[in-house]
Structure formats: C-alpha cells, structure tokens
C-alpha cells in the first residue's frame, strides 16, 4: 500500500449505487471508510459487505459513511446490493484510478501467473481527510468490527 497513515486522503468522485455520487469534497468534515473489495457477489465480498451492512446502524450512530469500491460496472454493484440489501454506496471504479490512489491496485499471483488486481483492503478517513487508519490485505471475519472500534477511538 503506497498511501500512509497521517497522509491526505486522495481526491475522488465515483458513482455509486442508488443513483447517488460519492466524493472526497462531498465527505469533507466527517469521518467515512473506504473499503476495497475484488468482485461483487463473490463469498469473500458478499461475506464483507454483509458484515459492514450488520454494522451500519453502529457507523450510522458515529455519523460515518461506509463505501464500498471495485471495479465492477454500475449495473453488477446494483443487483449485488439488491440482493443482499446493502444500504450503504457501492461505487464503481472501472478504470481502477481512485482504487491505485489508494494503493489498492497490487500484484496478484494465482497458479504462477502474475496479474494487477484488488487487495481487498480498507482505509479510514478522518474529519480533516487525513488517511487515519489503514488495513492492507484484510481478512474478511472480524473486519468490519475492527473498523468500528477504530472509528470509535477517532
């Protein structure tokens, strides 16, 4: 992960589910998480996003944003979020820019061959758009919980 701890979180402007646009100036003022997650309806993603939606009225509370980030179309993070009644935004990054921003573009391996994808990872973003917590290669059981008692402790 290239971004650090202390930095100033990089600018962006996705869209995202729900016909909603999510943005670093729109958040400006208030602490939010970016979650970066490989595929959309995937187990390890379906079990993430679920996680983080349980403990959406806990984030809601603290007056934190959730979003999650991948490059799948607008059209896949729509039917993934209806299906598993995710309220918080999806937004998608097709082009991977504001995905390597965040140092979430990284080398993969699977089966010898070398490829660039998302490591699924987080970053917590204070009030002042300071990157205040960072979690390269996440584990996904426990995750969401750890975010919230990092947000509680901002």
Known sequence: MSLTEGAA??????????GRTVSLAELKGKPF???F??????PGCTK????????LPEFDKLNVTVIGVSKDSMKALEKFAEKYSLRFP???DPEAKVIDAYGAWQEKSMYGKKYMGI???????DAHGKVAKL????????????????????
């Open 48 to 55: 993430e996003a679920c996680a983080f939606q349980e403990d």
């Open 119 to 125: 490591e699924r990872s987080t970053v917590l973003v």
């Open 33 to 35: 998480v970016l979650y």
């Open 37 to 42: 997650y490989p595929r959309a309806d995937t």
């Open 9 to 18: 979180a990089p600018d962006f402007t996705l869209p995202a589910t729900g």
């Open 90 to 92: 999806l937004a998608s």
């Open 135 to 154: 979690w390269p290669k996440v584990k996904v059981t426990g995750h969401a919980e750890d975010v919230l008692k990092a947000v509680k402790a901002l």
